[in-house]
Every structure is written in C-alpha cells, then in structure tokens.
Nanobody, 120 residues
Framework: QVQLVESGGGSVRAGGSLRLSCDVSGWTFRLLCMGWFRQAPGKEREEVGYSYPRGGSSVYSDSVRGRFTISRDSAENTLYLQMNSLKPEDTGMYYC?????????????WGQGTQVIVSS
C-alpha cells in the first residue's frame, strides 16, 4: 500500500515561490509514476504534471509549464514540486498521487493535500 504525505504549502505573494514535498512509502519509489494535482475552490481537480518512473522525464500542464518543476530525491523517497512565479490562480489544495503506470488513467493513491494561497 503506497502512502503519501504532502507538506510545504503556505501563503505567498504573487511572483513568489514555494516548494511542496511528498514523502512516499510502501512501494519502490523509483518504480512509481508520480503526479501533482490541484483543486481550487469551486473548481474541479486538475493535473499539474507528472513524473515518469525510472528516471524518466516530467510532463506539465500548459498553465504551469515553465514555472513549475517536478523532481525526485530517490534517496529520501520524496517527490517535489518547485513553484516559481506564482499567480493568484495557482491558489488551491495541492495533492500528490502515485500510480504503477503513467499510461493508466486512474491514480489509486493520494495524499491528504497541502494548501497553497497566492495573494495579489
């Protein structure tokens, strides 16, 4: 059973940066497809991006490409989301998720979320 715990959320002014962390346990981290999702108040959850396993590349949504970076620390079993040039529309609850296969649509494992608030 994969377990995920996010941290690092907070409040920041527009243009600022935050780094979110997701601690992973219960499976071999490097073999997992890892994703970041977010949900703004009153909106549906959207995919931010995901990281292929085994040292593969990352894919980003159009809304964050060039501003956000997903990375992994395999020694620490931790997934990161570095968020730069934050905008008020980046406000929301951020979740990490894990999947055994990036090509499988459903994400079976989710963290509890960490809140990000970006003020103008």
């Amino acid at each position: 059973q994969v377990q995920l715990v996010e941290s690092g959320g907070g409040s920041v002014r527009a243009g600022g940066s935050l780094r979110l962390s997701c601690d992973v346990s219960g499976w071999t981290f490097r073999l997992l497809c890892m994703g970041w999702f977010r949900q703004a108040p009153g909106k549906e959850r959207e995919e931010v991006g995901y990281s292929y396993p085994r040292g593969g590349s990352s894919v980003y949504s159009d809304s964050v490409r060039g501003r956000f970076t997903i990375s992994r620390d395999s020694a620490e079993n931790t997934l990161y989301l570095q968020m730069n040039s934050l905008k008020p529309e980046d406000t929301g609850m951020y979740y990490c998720a894990a999947n055994y296969d990036c090509y499988y649509g459903d994400w079976p494992y989710w963290g509890q979320g960490t809140q990000v608030i970006v003020s103008s």
